[in-house]
């Protein structure tokens, strides 16, 4: 008996030596991106590092995309860890303007010898190296990136060029500013020479302080000699301190237990905002306080949704609508502030429990058949 | 010895394999570190670091088992498993709960692309006819699908098949078959299902892989096996 004991103990604790095994498994490849501007018989040499894998896995190496042909390796097979280089040869001429692709990939490969009942995985990586081919004639390719700010402070534009054509072009860049389909300011750089394949980063700030905080839209417009200019649009914010309520609990239940009410809150502020709660006053029609209460407190992050919850004693309230004067504080840039809205809150009975009625009619019918069941058996025992 | 003893040494044994399990961890860890770049201090001269873009796709569950099980004849004509945590009609099969877990580890968004060595019939059936591997009085044969859902909200921002392959259960995409293959380049890498899975970097990048077997009663018993791919690209 005790030796059988000891069997399972063993087969139970080997079961979990088997759990135990690291089943986590992976693979890594860098660099997973290269970019090169094509040039006539351009040749280059990229190491690759694979990483992240067991040290006794089999992976093969291969290439495919557009340009594969080109692709040479000093190895098509690692066992782990490892590196291999990637030789690039491009040819003279390459017919396919734009972006060309070459993916570089490292796959594990199955082991066909495993045996057993299971579903198991395999990770295969692509890193890509593109190829910039020139397209013929004038080509140019424009970028624009912004960033928030709060009122006051300056918003930055950074504006990339690419001149992608065979031919050298001249750029003549702005941006323009739009709020409401209004263009409110232009901003004009510099004439500048981009030469064939050349990539220029520009850089503009927009004074803020005749702006209102709110949404807008930067236009960059490129003339270069093109068939149209070349053309980006971002959107950026300018922010304010200052948080809104955006939704609210809009039907309260009258009920004998504590009811949740919920405030949705989103900050129109650039920075973290700290500490924001709400105190809620509810009103009669003839403006007296029928119940106040605070809501949690909560941290935001620029442009920040959240939703901050408190709870109160529905019970004084009859069915109708009431008011609910809301006072939102906050702190940020070392002060505290609030800001208030009056809302319409309607308080309704609690809905009728249908569940609770089919229980009592099951009841009911329960106890009536038992009770007839025993008029039943009393009358049998007289008989 | 006495069944104690043996008993002791089985657990130091198993003690002992988990440490160097940690330490094995640990290193593999440090390996993916390195290449994420890192600035020495220096007292005097110009700082310039080049952080390497890599591409790192890590299954941090990868392989599913439900162990040895029979459809619980003559009551049922097929079993139900998926990686939900359902076990219907089946005897003796294990109840799954957790599915294959794809993490992006690298610092880089990927283009994710997926595929099964198998599918339904070769995986379930495999060595049997149509007529031979069917629930029986039924219409459909063996059934081997996935469904993907973020495992944190926001890792794949643009889904790809997202009223199919990430709202029910479909038919993986078996390698060969050419109906189902989405992959950028020419060799065949199955379905499209994530055009931008988040990199580290942004605290939101897991997406989980569950799978819906169907075993008809007749199947042939034996070792059932299958290997999903999922192929990342570099974007």
Known sequence: ?383 | MKNTNILMIVAIVAVAFALFNLVITINKVGDIKTITGYAELQDTGVADVNIESNLVIVFTIDTLDWGAGHVDTPIYKYAVLDTTGTMLQGVNWLTVSDGLLLENQGNVDADLYFESTVDAHDFICEGQIASECTLAGGTADAEFQWQFSENITGSCPTKVHEVNDWSSWVDVCADGDATCDESPASAGEGRSICSDFQNIGTGTNEIRLDLRLVIPSDADTGDKQATITASAYAV
């Open chain 1, 1 to 383: 008996m005790e030796q059988k004991k000891s069997v399972l103990n063993i087969f139970l604790l080997t079961i979990i030596f088997l759990f135990m095994i690291n089943i986590v498994s992976s693979l890594g490849l860098g660099p997973a991106k290269k970019e090169y501007n094509f040039e006539p018989g351009l040749s280059e040499i990229i190491t690759y590092k694979v990483f992240g894998v067991s040290s006794t896995k089999n992976l093969a190496i291969s290439v495919k995309g557009d340009l594969a042909q080109y692709v040479k390796f000093d190895k098509d097979k690692l066992i782990g860890p490892g590196e291999f280089a990637v030789i690039l040869e491009l040819p003279d001429k390459i017919d396919t303007p734009g972006k060309n692709k070459i993916y570089i990939s490292v796959s594990e490969e199955f082991d066909e010898e495993l045996a057993g009942t299971f579903i198991g995985t395999a990770v295969k990586v692509n890193a890509v190296i593109y190829i910039n081919v020139p397209y013929p004639g004038k080509y140019l390719d424009v970028d624009l990136a912004s960033h928030n700010a709060n009122i006051g402070e300056p918003v930055k534009f950074d504006l990339d060029l690419i001149s992608k054509g065979v031919e050298d072009v001249t750029a003549y860049p702005k941006i323009t500013v739009i709020s409401d389909n209004r263009i409110l300011e232009t901003l004009v750089f510099k004439e500048r020479e981009i030469l064939s394949q050349e990539n220029i980063k520009l850089r503009k700030f927009l004074l803020t302080e005749n702006y209102n905080p709110g949404t807008y839209t930067a236009n960059a417009i490129v003339l270069y000699g093109g068939d149209k200019p070349a053309t980006s649009e971002t959107e950026f914010k300018i922010g304010e301190l200052i948080v809104d309520i955006i939704n609210y609990s809009k039907k309260v239940v009258i009920d004998d237990k504590t009811q949740a009410f919920s405030i949705e809150i989103e900050s129109g502020w650039n920075s973290n905002i700290d500490d924001a709660d709400a105190k809620v006053v509810f009103l009669d029609s003839f403006g007296k306080v029928v119940t106040e209460f605070k809501t949690t407190s909560t941290d935001l992050i620029p442009w920040q949704k959240k939703s901050v919850l408190g709870y109160f004693d529905s019970s004084n309230f009859t069915e109708g609508f009431y008011d609910a004067n809301i006072t939102i504080s906050y702190s940020g840039e070392e002060q505290r502030k609030t800001s208030s809205e009056i809302v319409m809150v309607e308080f309704i009975k609690k809905p009728f429990n249908i569940m609770l009625l089919v229980y009592v009619l099951v009841g009911l019918i329960f106890l009536i058949a038992i009770i007839f069941l025993i008029w039943k058996f009393v009358l049998k025992k007289r008989k």
